[in-house]
């Protein structure tokens, strides 16, 4: 067996704490929580022994992390204008990298990160949980049903994905200030990029919408946007189809909009959001995880399908259930692997770097008022 990887988390903030730290502990024959960084703990044993009672090393300064021999990965979760330097800094000190998302601010930065982690054969990782929510999972398990199934939407025509929600405040956090990669398009976008990547890979053409709806704070923070992907028709893809990617600040809506994907068989329609994120930030021990209730989603909010009959007039409506609970911790255990020479990675940097490329397209098209020719690859 495989030692554990000597794991640093930077930053114990919402990231840190939240999404990083419980499944770095969670998995111990993979990872061993070696320190953290913290600029300025408040008590004895820092956030970190607040929060789960864990003692571990408590690094002040990113210097004194990158000259510990003894880490051999380094976990991102700082303030999003830090992610290029910090994880240039951990590559060159030979440490393996994964890194929260938005990845970098431009993909010039990402795909630099990319050849200087290629150059030293180290593992550079970009946090794309949200492959791990349990309706993304139902939706590709939907996606992936043969024509001839009854609930298959046959040919897909239409895909929009929302993370909408109700805010009419600024949160007075570094998220408010124009900084690089600041605003919700790097924020949520990069989650709403990747998906639809995933999906249907790069698009031909992208045309945008990227604003502060609210006007508050300042105007350069975008709050609100739409992305809309072009697709043409081809072989593989008899219909040209639209990705609208949105997330909306001023949405009055419960539960919120997730999914409506139209084909030419039916419509799969789908409100609520995973639930890991509410979940993480209230179990009272990393082992929750693996409960049984965690990550599964309730029935209440389970996708519906509508599919057109032999008549072309009658709809038959019928659930699709989210019934494989979410799992963010697959994520973690491939990175072990990957980082280990057992796995390719699941997320793979070119990927993560194809997510920015498109967030600068998003800025640039909203700008000029203009759609865009996405480069190929």
């Keep these: 067996m495989s030692k554990p990887i000597n794991t640093c988390v930077l930053g114990v903030g919402l990231a840190g704490l939240t999404f990083h730290v419980p499944f770095i502990l969670a998995l111990?024959?993979?990872?061993?929580?070696?320190?953290?960084?913290?600029?300025?703990?408040?008590?004895?044993?820092?956030k970190l022994h607040d929060r789960f009672g864990v003692a571990v090393k408590i690094y002040r300064t990113l210097e004194q992390v990158l000259k510990e021999q003894e880490i051999e990965l380094v976990v991102i979760g700082t303030p999003n204008p830090t992610h290029y330097s910090f994880a240039k800094a951990a590559l060159e000190a030979g440490k393996h990298v994964l890194v929260d998302k938005p990845v970098t601010a431009t993909a010039e930065q990402a795909r630099e990160l990319g050849e200087l982690a290629r150059s030293k054969g180290l593992v550079l990782y970009g946090f794309q949980n949200r492959r791990w929510d349990s309706d993304f999972l139902a939706l590709k398990r939907l996606l992936a049903l043969p024509e001839s199934s009854p609930q298959s939407l046959g040919t897909?025509?239409?895909?929009?994905?929302?993370?909408?929600?109700?805010?009419?405040?600024?949160?007075?956090?570094?998220?408010?200030?124009?900084?690089?990669?600041?605003g919700q398009t790097y924020d949520l976008g990069a989650h709403l990029i990747d998906q639809a990547l995933t999906l249907f890979g790069r698009p031909e053409k992208l045309t945008a919408f990227v604003q502060n709806i609210r006007g508050v704070g300042n105007p350069e923070v975008d709050d609100t946007f739409t992305i809309?992907?072009?697709?043409?028709?081809?072989?593989?893809?008899?219909?040209?189809?639209?990705?609208?990617?949105?997330?909306?600040?001023?949405?009055?809506?419960?539960?919120?909009?997730?999914?409506?994907?139209?084909?030419?068989?039916g419509t799969y329609t789908k409100y609520g959001l995973d639930i890991q994120e509410d979940q993480l930030k209230v179990i009272p021990s990393p082992q929750a995880v693996f409960e049984e209730s965690y990550g599964k989603e309730p029935e209440a909010i389970w996708g519906t399908v509508e599919n057109i009959e032999a008549d072309n007039v009658t709809v038959r409506k019928s659930i699709w259930?989210?019934?494989?609970?979410?799992?963010y911790i697959d994520l973690f255990k491939n990175l072990g692997a990957a980082i280990r020479?057992?796995?390719?990675?699941?997320?793979?940097?070119?990927?993560?770097?194809?997510?920015i490329e498109m967030i600068e397209l998003a800025h640039k098209s909203s700008r000029e008022g203009v759609t865009l020719s996405v480069p190929p690859q």
């Design 321 to 327: 259930p989210s019934t494989e609970p979410g799992q």
């Design 341 to 355: 020479g057992k796995a390719e990675p699941a997320v793979k940097w070119e990927e993560a770097t194809a997510v």
């Design 28 to 46: 111990p024959d993979v990872f061993t929580l070696h320190s953290v960084l913290e600029r300025n703990p408040q008590s004895s044993g820092g």
């Design 228 to 265: 809309h992907f072009h697709y043409p028709a081809s072989p593989a893809r008899p219909y040209a189809f639209t990705a609208i990617l949105r997330a909306h600040i001023l949405s009055v809506r419960s539960p919120q909009l997730r999914y409506v994907v139209r084909g030419t068989q």
């Design 156 to 182: 897909v025509l239409e895909f929009e994905s929302h993370f909408d929600r109700y805010r009419k405040g600024l949160k007075g956090t570094w998220k408010d200030e124009p900084l690089p990669a600041a």
